[in-house]
């Protein structure tokens, strides 16, 4: 098989590699090209491939191009995992956001909408380009904002672009361990969009074990989202929402806590990855791997302090989490070998209130014919009416993409339930299109 990354000088490449290094089964993918605008991240990215594959006699080969045509032709599988605006994009949507005192987060709130309002347009350029030269190839989102991105790229490739997250198989598996289980045995009953998800059961053997972790302070408190969130809230709720809710049910504690921090996450992003692309000539893996533990480690540092919930655990500093969903994703589709993967795909109406085309994150039987969602029970409450509301302002992030509409594009900010007011929306509005050339393309029309 042959694939092709979109945004191949990208830091979490080598993860997708290292996977691909460990795959010997029928079916492999045997060619890997990298395509990027920045040939220097490129090549620095493609030296670590290269010191991955050292003793490796079936590595696949990888090529490097920034020929979009060239890269994308003849592929089977494309990964679109590209950053508009990189790094520098991100601080910036963080900064403007905590000046206005909201959340910046890059797929929550404020951040995330003006993240999406810089990608969606690009996104959309290039599944057409990819329709129109590979129109048989599968492509797999990793690009932020996942679920609007996927959703945006849709009308051009339909169920052919699928998008991936590694928040879902973390929880799942921290929550078996939790409870003693094997994560490979259990069926996650877990529903929502990106980055807005809950867990709502664990079964195995025919009953549902998450009434049990509930009851069980030391397990409850045990992993990641017990300590962010608390036994409490989970208790309240009666679910355990994915590590991203955290900035919906803690907005304040959030808010406050990104402010205190010396730098935001963007901005500790930068410089760790500064001090990596201009040191790979001598010991290529040796300084992203060091790199990769460091960014593991501060991970949503904010969000962790906030809840004063300590350090990540060891277990939690491994990969294997979207490129392992990535590489069964591949194997199901092209060798037909079924499996039922938690992806963002069209909800075909699974989650009840939200329209047919509405990309959800649910489960998904997954084979030759790709990825169809399974009938989950609808979200109830508070949960379904969140997902209703952030899905409009999703629906009005890529219209605004679409059609250059500034009004559409100010009512997403001013609609999200993290931004409250349409004053503070107008200023974050400004503010981002000062800042953030890609913008330009925003008019007043309605």
């Known amino acids: 098989m042959r694939l092709t990354i979109l945004g191949g000088g990208g830091f979490r490449v080598p993860l997708v590699y290292r996977a691909l290094l460990e795959d010997h089964g029928k079916g492999r993918?045997?060619?890997?090209?990298?395509?990027?605008?920045?040939?220097?991240?490129?090549?620095?990215?493609?030296?670590?491939?290269?010191?991955?594959?050292?003793?490796?006699?079936?590595?696949?080969?990888?090529?490097?191009?920034?020929?979009?045509?060239?890269?994308?032709?003849g592929a089977d599988f494309i990964f679109s995992a590209i950053r508009v605006g990189g790094l520098d994009g991100r601080a910036i949507d963080e900064?403007?956001?905590?000046?206005?005192?909201?959340?910046?987060?890059?797929?929550?709130?404020?951040?995330?909408?003006?993240?999406?309002?810089?990608?969606?347009?690009?996104?959309?350029?290039?599944?057409?380009?990819?329709a129109w030269l590979a129109p048989d190839a599968w492509v797999i989102n990793f690009t932020n904002p996942a679920g609007m991105v996927t959703e945006a790229m849709s009308?051009?490739?339909?169920?052919?672009?699928?998008?991936?997250?590694?928040?879902?198989?973390?929880?799942?598996?921290?929550?078996?361990?939790?409870?003693?289980?094997?994560?490979?045995?259990?069926?996650?009953?877990?529903a929502g969009l990106n980055h807005l998800g809950w867990l709502r059961g664990v079964w195995a053997g025919g009953r549902d074990l998450l009434p049990e972790l509930m009851r069980d302070e030391d397990a409850l408190t045990s992993f990641e989202e017990g300590k962010l969130f608390g036994a409490d809230w989970l208790r309240t709720i009666g679910h355990v929402p994915n590590e991203y809710l955290h900035y919906y049910y803690f907005a304040r504690e959030a808010v406050d806590a990104a402010r205190a921090a010396a730098d935001t996450r963007g901005a500790v992003l930068i410089k760790q990855q500064d001090r990596f692309y201009g040191h790979t000539d001598t010991h290529p893996f040796r300084s992203?791997?060091?790199?990769?533990?460091?960014?593991?480690?501060?991970?949503?540092?904010?969000?962790?302090?906030?809840?004063?919930?300590?350090?990540?655990?060891?277990?939690?500093?491994?990969?294997g989490g979207y490129e392992r969903v990535a590489l069964a994703l591949m194997r199901a589709i092209a060798l037909d070998e079924r499996t039922t993967l938690i992806l963002n795909v069209r909800g075909r109406g699974v989650l009840g209130t939200l329209d047919p085309d509405a990309v959800v994150e649910v489960p998904c039987f997954v084979d030759a014919n790709g990825a169809r969602p399974v009938?989950?029970?609808?979200?109830?409450?508070?949960?379904?009416?969140?997902?209703?509301?952030?899905?409009?302002?999703?629906?009005?992030?890529?219209?605004?993409?679409?059609?250059?509409?500034?009004?559409?594009?100010?009512?997403?900010?001013?609609?999200?339930?993290?931004?409250?007011?349409?004053?503070?929306?107008?200023?974050?509005?400004?503010r981002y299109e000062a800042e953030l050339p890609q913008l330009a393309y925003l008019s007043g029309r309605s």
Not at 42 to 70: C, K, N, S, W, Y
Not at 378 to 394: F, R, Y
């Open 29 to 73: 993918v045997t060619h890997v090209t990298l395509h990027d605008l920045d040939p220097q991240r490129m090549a620095a990215i493609a030296r670590v491939l290269a010191a991955l594959a050292e003793g490796v006699p079936d590595a696949p080969a990888v090529r490097v191009t920034t020929d979009f045509e060239e890269a994308v032709t």
């Open 95 to 130: 900064r403007v956001a905590l000046a206005e005192g909201v959340v910046g987060q890059e797929t929550v709130g404020a951040g995330g909408i003006a993240y999406g309002l810089r990608t969606v347009p690009v996104a959309r350029q290039l599944a057409q380009k990819i």
């Open 155 to 190: 009308p051009f490739l339909g169920d052919r672009v699928i998008g991936i997250c590694d928040s879902p198989v973390g929880l799942g598996r921290r929550v078996a361990g939790a409870l003693g289980v094997d994560p490979a045995s259990v069926w996650l009953d877990y």
């Open 288 to 319: 992203w791997e060091n790199t990769r533990l460091e960014r593991e480690t501060t991970y949503m540092a904010d969000a962790r302090d906030a809840a004063g919930a300590g350090d990540r655990a060891s277990t939690d500093l491994q990969s």
């Open 375 to 430: 009938t989950v029970e609808p979200l109830t409450g508070h949960a379904a009416g969140l997902v209703a509301a952030v899905k409009s302002v999703e629906h009005d992030v890529i219209e605004a993409a679409t059609t250059g509409s500034r009004s559409v594009a100010l009512r997403a900010f001013a609609t999200h339930p993290l931004v409250d007011s349409a004053r503070v929306a107008a200023r974050l509005l400004e």
